[in-house]
Nanobody, 122 residues
Framework: QVQVVESGGGLVQAGGSLRLSCAAS????????MGWFRQAPGKERDFVARISKSGGRTSYTDSVKGRFTISRDNAKNTVYLQMSSLKPEDTAVYYCAAGRVYTTNGNEYDYWGQGTQVTVSS
């Protein structure tokens, strides 16, 4: 079992930045690939970014490329999502997930956090 807890969300103006953190506990953090997903009101949950177990591979959905950066610190059991140049359309609840498979498919992740709200005002 892995527990993940997100933090760092909040209200920010368009063009601003936020850094989300996801702290994991339980089993060995470095055994898991990590992903960030988001869900806007009335919409489905969408993939945002992923990072492999060692941190050597990352990928992003097209809409955040060049603006968001995912990273991890295996010594601290934490994954981060640095978000810059935020836009109102980035407003959503952001979820962190842990899984054995390096994938963009949320259904293949095993453990999820409760989410953190990010609101970007125009």
């Amino acid at each position: 079992q892995v527990q993940v807890v997100e933090s760092g969300g909040g209200l920010v103006q368009a063009g601003g930045s936020l850094r989300l953190s996801c702290a994991a506990s339980g089993r060995t953090f470095s055994d898991y690939n990590m992903g960030w997903f988001r869900q806007a009101p009335g919409k489905e949950r969408d993939f945002v970014a992923r990072i492999s177990k060692s941190g050597g591979r990352t990928s992003y959905t097209d809409s955040v490329k060049g603006r968001f950066t995912i990273s991890r610190d295996n010594a601290k059991n934490t994954v981060y999502l640095q978000m810059s140049s935020l836009k109102p359309e980035d407003t959503a609840v952001y979820y962190c997930a842990a899984g054995r498979v390096y994938t963009t498919n949320g259904n293949e992740y095993d453990y999820w956090g409760q989410g953190t709200q990010v609101t970007v005002s125009s």
